[in-house]
């Protein structure tokens, strides 16, 4: 908090001063340029967007609409360095209500980041976004788009399951990924005619600033990853940006300065209908954005994602070793994965994926207690509910012998769950289409 308000008194000020669109003949790229301005020092920022040109893509008019809407949200990356509270538009309109929703998007999006700094701020105080141009509202893009997907591929478990579930009644479902690690790199050479990659380039300066011990923290990246999904739909005339986020995304990690701290916030309920919305009525209503697996929980789309072997070996969620294409075996990521899939994989197949029973490493013990026990803060990861990690838990221990329960489960000690209610309730908390619905019933019911 300190820090945050030596940096308020300084009286900074954010500039979110243009965006463009180039086309080169072999690329389309998006720039987007921002100003952080410290008394009489000026940084400016370029953020770049790159895909490769294909003749699939055909460009809509008014595409400037989502264009600067992705150096919207873009922006939070170089805003939160010193987050002044005066946040400057110079390349575009928003109204009223539009500078609610990122208001609302910028405060619960940063909520980790917030309590991480454990800055104790309102939401009416935290930015304060001013329009510093003549331009006029954008207008909605309109435009004729088929009932096909596109599927965004972070390389995990979920967004497989999705695909595998999908591939029968949309076989040109095409996979999407930003800046793939090996793992998704993996899945995308699959169906190498139907991937779209997208090169996405930080302004490296950020560094600078993070050594020099500027503000830094967890950013809400799939809500980036929304805006930009809309884009690509709009140039591919694709209707359906399916995601892969389930139920268990709804549960925060903790309650801090009465705001429930959620690491995926951008990937729960809550914000999936608030952009649904947004994009509706201020950007198109040709690209329909909802989450495939939201009726479920983590521990039923195990279940579903162990029925495909074939990517047991190409999986990754850990976000520790992506870059060496491993799983770490030391993160809350990998504990929660383990735990998730113990059930359904064997023994044998699971020390052959993690590189080891990470229910028999010691040094894990505190990881483990704070994935099943709701006195401690819940891991800033992408992890599930405490209830079906103790469910998870539980049914793994009925399956040994008390004297071969390895060390973790041997240290478990919560209270027996009873009954856990795995029925699907498909009428509610979920926006699936019902062509998606009736394709998902197939296999969960």
Same mark, same amino acid.
């Given at each position: 908090?300190?820090?945050?308000?030596?940096?308020?008194?300084?009286?900074?000020?954010?500039?979110?001063?243009?965006?463009?669109?180039?086309?080169?003949?072999?690329?389309?790229?998006?720039?987007?340029?921002?100003?952080?301005?410290?008394?009489?020092?000026?940084?400016?920022?370029?953020?770049?967007?790159?895909?490769?040109?294909?003749?699939?893509?055909?460009?809509?008019?008014?595409?400037?609409?989502?264009?600067?809407?992705?150096?919207?949200?873009?922006?939070?990356?170089?805003?939160?360095?010193?987050?002044?509270?005066?946040?400057?538009?110079?390349? *575009?309109? &928003?109204?009223?209500?539009? @500078?609610?929703? +990122?208001?609302?998007? #910028?405060?619960?999006? =940063?909520?980790?980041?917030? /309590?991480?700094?454990?800055?104790?701020?309102?939401?009416?105080?935290?930015?304060?976004?001013?329009?510093?141009?003549?331009?006029?509202?954008?207008?909605?893009?309109?435009?004729?788009?088929?009932?096909?997907?596109?599927?965004?591929?972070?390389?995990?478990?979920?967004?497989?399951?999705?695909?595998?579930?999908?591939?029968?009644?949309?076989?040109?479902?095409?996979?999407?990924?930003?800046?793939?690690?090996?793992?998704?790199?993996?899945?995308?050479?699959?169906?190498?005619?139907?991937?779209?990659?997208?090169?996405?380039?930080?302004?490296?300066?950020?560094?600078?600033?993070?050594?020099?011990?500027?503000?830094? *923290?967890? &950013?809400?990246?799939?809500? @980036?990853?929304? +805006?930009?999904?809309? #884009?690509?739909?709009? =140039?591919?005339?694709?209707? /359906?940006?399916?995601?892969?986020?389930?139920?268990?995304?709804?549960?925060?990690?903790?309650?801090?300065?009465?705001?429930?701290?959620?690491?995926?916030?951008?990937?729960?309920?809550?914000?999936?209908?608030?952009?649904?919305?947004?994009?509706?009525?201020?950007?198109?209503?040709?690209?329909?954005?909802?989450?495939?697996?939201?009726?479920?929980?983590?521990?039923?789309?195990?279940?579903?994602?162990?029925?495909?072997?074939?990517?047991?070996?190409?999986?990754?969620?850990?976000?520790?070793?992506?870059?060496?294409?491993?799983?770490?075996?030391?993160?809350?990521?990998?504990?929660?994965?383990?735990?998730?899939?113990?059930?359904?994989?064997?023994?044998?197949?699971?020390?052959?994926?993690?590189?080891?029973?990470?229910?028999?490493?010691?040094?894990?013990?505190?990881?483990?207690?704070?994935?099943?026990?709701?006195?401690?803060?819940?891991?800033?990861?992408?992890?599930?509910?405490?209830?079906?990690?103790?469910?998870?838990?539980?049914?793994?221990?009925?399956?040994?012998?008390?004297?071969?329960?390895?060390?973790?489960?041997?240290?478990?000690?919560?209270?027996?769950?009873?009954?856990?209610?795995?029925?699907?309730?498909?009428?509610?908390?979920?926006?699936?289409?019902?062509?998606?619905?009736?394709?998902?019933?197939?296999?969960?019911?």
């Amino acid at each position: 908090m300190y820090l945050f308000q030596e940096l308020r008194d300084k009286n900074n000020s954010f500039i979110y001063k243009s965006f463009d669109f180039i086309d080169d003949g072999t690329n389309l790229s998006l720039e987007f340029e921002y100003n952080l301005v410290e008394d009489t020092k000026t940084t400016v920022f370029i953020h770049k967007l790159d895909i490769k040109k294909s003749h699939k893509i055909s460009i809509c008019k008014n595409i400037d609409n989502i264009i600067f809407h992705i150096g919207l949200i873009e922006a939070i990356n170089y805003w939160k360095i010193a987050t002044p509270k005066d946040f400057f538009i110079r390349c *575009g309109y &928003i109204n009223d209500e539009q @500078i609610q929703w +990122f208001k609302k998007l #910028y405060y619960n999006g =940063l909520g980790e980041f917030l /309590y991480i700094n454990q800055i104790s701020i309102s939401i009416d105080d935290f930015v304060d976004f001013k329009i510093e141009n003549d331009f006029e509202a954008f207008e909605i893009i309109s435009c004729k788009t088929e009932n096909n997907n596109i599927i965004p591929i972070g390389g995990g478990k979920d967004s497989l399951v999705t695909y595998e579930l999908l591939k029968d009644e949309f076989p040109n479902s095409y996979l999407f990924s930003i800046n793939p690690i090996k793992a998704s790199q993996n899945i995308l050479d699959r169906n190498p005619k139907n991937s779209i990659v997208l090169s996405r380039k930080l302004d490296m300066q950020i560094l600078k600033f993070n050594k020099q011990g500027y503000l830094n *923290g967890h &950013i809400p990246f799939s809500s @980036i990853v929304g +805006f930009i999904s809309i #884009y690509l739909g709009l =140039l591919y005339k694709i209707k /359906y940006i399916v995601l892969s986020n389930e139920s268990s995304a709804n549960e925060e990690n903790v309650v801090f300065n009465d705001l429930k701290v959620n690491h995926q916030y951008s990937k729960s309920l809550e914000f999936e209908n608030d952009f649904r919305y947004y994009i509706s009525k201020f950007i198109t209503k040709d690209v329909e954005y909802f989450s495939f697996l939201r009726p479920l929980e983590e521990i039923q789309i195990a279940s579903l994602f162990s029925k495909n072997k074939e990517y047991f070996d190409i999986f990754l969620s850990c976000n520790v070793g992506s870059k060496e294409d491993r799983w770490c075996g030391k993160c809350p990521k990998c504990m929660f994965t383990y735990m998730m899939l113990c059930n359904f994989i064997e023994d044998d197949t699971m020390i052959r994926i993690f590189g080891k029973n990470m229910f028999e490493d010691k040094d894990l013990e505190l990881i483990f207690n704070k994935l099943y026990k709701t006195t401690e803060v819940k891991p800033f990861e992408c992890v599930g509910t405490y209830d079906e990690v103790n469910y998870a838990l539980q049914k793994k221990i009925q399956s040994y012998k008390k004297d071969k329960l390895p060390y973790l489960l041997k240290k478990y000690d919560a209270p027996l769950i009873g009954d856990y209610d795995l029925s699907v309730d498909y009428k509610s908390q979920n926006n699936l289409p019902n062509i998606f619905k009736d394709i998902l019933k197939k296999y969960v019911i």
